[in-house]
């Protein structure tokens, strides 16, 4: 899953650079990052499913989640090496928070569901899920920490999921 390495894997190591870059505490900067947590909770608990009742197809909530998520990244990323008030980044923080949540609902949904009790044992299909989303955080977090200037591999990282998104899902309902 591309998705994996892209905006999540790059909030710890973005959260040090910014401690180390913009003079804050790494309280502050943690501070900052709740209005994107705020915005992950009420798009995978709200949002997200209530699409998917509403009888959305995953796969259109993935691709326009994932579009979404690089729409409000690439103003997030611009800004972070800029001097601007954080305040003006808040409306992309958060457009990024809820269509990666958005997104990442029936994607996780979709891999679980996609696995037949006959074919694996019970728990295989999320645990390769999180593995493969594991690998994909530490593989982004080694790029953003060892990388300089802005991470815009992120925006690739999304637009490539959505496209592997968008040709893999199949299924109309889950």
Known sequence: MPAGPSWISALPPLTHRLVLSSGHTASQVELAALPLLAAVALGATQISPRLLNRGVAPRVLVVTGLLGTAAGAAPTIAGLGSRDEYAALIPFVILTGLALS??????????????????ALPGHAGTLSAAVQSLGEGLGATAVGHGSG???????????????????IRRARL
């Open 150 to 168: 802005p991470p815009w591999w992120v925006i690739g990282f999304l637009a490539l999921a959505s496209l592997v998104a968008g040709l893999t």
């Open 102 to 119: 958005t997104a990442l609902t029936p994607l996780f949904a979709a891999a679980v569901s996609s696995t037949t009790a006959s074919a």
